[in-house]
């Protein structure tokens, strides 16, 4: 509610969403600067980027060994994964 009474949630007022939507996007783009600083120092120290999920490849390189060997014997993407979950 805003000091008026008027309700900030309103989907109809085209001007409210657009309020909305700059001031999450601004929050986002705050988060990631933050972000993105503490990841710097990391990363320099490791000789590499820290970034993102970690791969299969560097979690479990036999399987994707495995699957890529299974793909490649013309298997499709589908009936590779059914051959894994053997």
């Known amino acids: 509610m805003t000091a008026a009474g008027g309700n900030l949630t309103d989907a109809d007022d085209e001007m409210r969403v657009a309020f909305r939507q700059m001031a999450f996007a601004q929050l986002e ?11 710097d120092p990391a990363s320099q120290k490791a000789g590499r980027r820290i970034e993102g999920r970690k791969g299969h490849t560097r979690g479990n390189p036999e399987l ?6 299974i793909w490649k014997e013309g298997h499709t993407l589908l009936q590779t994964s059914a051959v894994l979950a053997e």
């Open 29 to 39: 783009k705050t988060r990631l600067v933050k972000l993105k600083a503490a990841l």
């Open 64 to 69: 994707v060994q495995l699957a890529t060997s």
